[in-house]
Structure formats: structure tokens, C-alpha cells
């Protein structure tokens, strides 16, 4: 039972590449969120989808944009990477107020 | 709006000795409050969610939590903490019929032999 994978777990980009992030869940769940993790910061959310075709922003969506492409999948994507989004990237996905969680992406930009 | 403020950045305790970790929570209404818990260089793991009804709440991991609402909290506490609980604790908390999560910045635990 995988629950809510994510790809990579690592990443180190230079400024100014894009990249994508994947995240697949095999719980049948509706909705679907990305969160940056930072120190002292705590988990923002950066997107979220409440079901399959609709997706809305978050606390920190700058930089950042997704797709649902299906119930399972949910992308993010840096168009051009920036210094200020090295981070961890979490996954993750609910059904009812009760979130599932990826193990995460650490991204880095140089 | 709402938050979540956990006000202890690092706690340090003793293998054997009891745990409190706080938890308060700013919202009018009555909220859905959890507690996660993340291992190093892992995901979040829940250990316990209050939705309503009794406001005390057990976990796994021997965890439980009291919600008090005249207090806006919702502490974390053990009896005996073992060294496996050394990790970073969030409290979170969501509103019925929305699907956004708001977290606290995290406790890190650090349990001394």
C-alpha cells in the first residue's frame, strides 16, 4: 500500500531552470495539496485541489503552478527556479479532514 | 483568520519523564485539530485528530490530547516519553467543509538517555 508518492526525493536545480514535481496517491482520495516546509516556518500551503479538475492557491503560491492531471496525480511545477524556493516539497492527499502525507522532495537552487 | 501557535520551538526531555507539548489555536468556531509528528528526513505521520465529542483524544504511539476550549488549546502529552520520540512535532488544524490545513511552526523533541 504506496499511499501518497512523491518523485524526485532530491533535487539540486541552478537558477532559473524548471523543473516538475510529481505526486501520484492510491487512496481514491478528492483532494490533493503541495506544501513547502521550511525552518521555523512550519508547513505553508502552496496549492490545493479540492477535486479531480479544479485547483486553487494557497498561502504561498508565487513561483509555483500545478496540475491535476487526474484523480491520482497531482503536479507542481517551477517554471524558473529561484534561490528562495529551496525547500521541502510535501505531497499530500485527504478524504474528510484527515491528511495523508508524501515523504517529501528536498529541493535545493543554486 | 485562522493559526496555530505552538510557542516551544525545542523541548528536551528525559527518557522516562513525561511530555507536554502546546498547542493554541485561533478560530471562532470549533476547529478540527490534529497532531502530526515527523521523523527526520521523513513525512508527517498523524497521532491523533479531535473533531468533536470527548475532548480527550488518544493516539498511537501512547499519545493522547485534550482539547479546551476555553482555552484555545490542544496539548500533546505521554507519560513516558521513550527515545523513539525524538522528532518534530506540528499541530495543525482544519475547518469543516474546507479542504486547507494550517500549521503551527513545530516542536522538535529531543529525549535524553
Known amino acids: 500500500n504506496a499511499g501518497v508518492t512523491q518523485t524526485p526525493k532530491f533535487q539540486v536545480l541552478k537558477t532559473g531552470q524548471s523543473m516538475t514535481l510529481q505526486c501520484a496517491q492510491d487512496m481514491n482520495h478528492n483532494s490533493m495539496y503541495w506544501y513547502r516546509q521550511d525552518p521555523g516556518m512550519g508547513l505553508r500551503l502552496i496549492y490545493y485541489?479540492?477535486?479531480?479538475?479544479?485547483?486553487d492557491k494557497g498561502e504561498v503560491p508565487n513561483g509555483y503552478n500545478v496540475s491535476r492531471l487526474n484523480k491520482r496525480e497531482f503536479s507542481l511545477r517551477l517554471e524558473s527556479a529561484a534561490p528562495s524556493q529551496t525547500s521541502v516539497y510535501f505531497c499530500a492527499s485527504s478524504e474528510g479532514s484527515e491528511a495523508f502525507f508524501g515523504q517529501g522532495t528536498r529541493l535545493t537552487v543554486v | 483568520a485562522q493559526s496555530v501557535t505552538q510557542p516551544d520551538i525545542h523541548i528536551t526531555v528525559s527518557e522516562g519523564a513525561s511530555l507536554e507539548l502546546r498547542c493554541n489555536y485561533s478560530y471562532g468556531a470549533t476547529p478540527y485539530l490534529f497532531w502530526y509528528v515527523q521523523s527526520p528526513g521523513q513525512g508527517l505521520q498523524l497521532l491523533l485528530k479531535y473533531f468533536s465529542g470527548d475532548t480527550l483524544v488518544q493516539g498511537i504511539k501512547g499519545f493522547e490530547a485534550e482539547f479546551k476550549r476555553s482555552q484555545s488549546s490542544f496539548n500533546l502529552r505521554k507519560p513516558s516519553v521513550h527515545w523513539s520520540d525524538a522528532a518534530e512535532y506540528f499541530c495543525a488544524t482544519s475547518t469543516s467543509g474546507t479542504y486547507k490545513y494550517i500549521f503551527g511552526t513545530g516542536t522538535r523533541l529531543k529525549v535524553l538517555a
Open positions: 485541489s479540492a477535486s479531480e479538475g479544479t485547483t
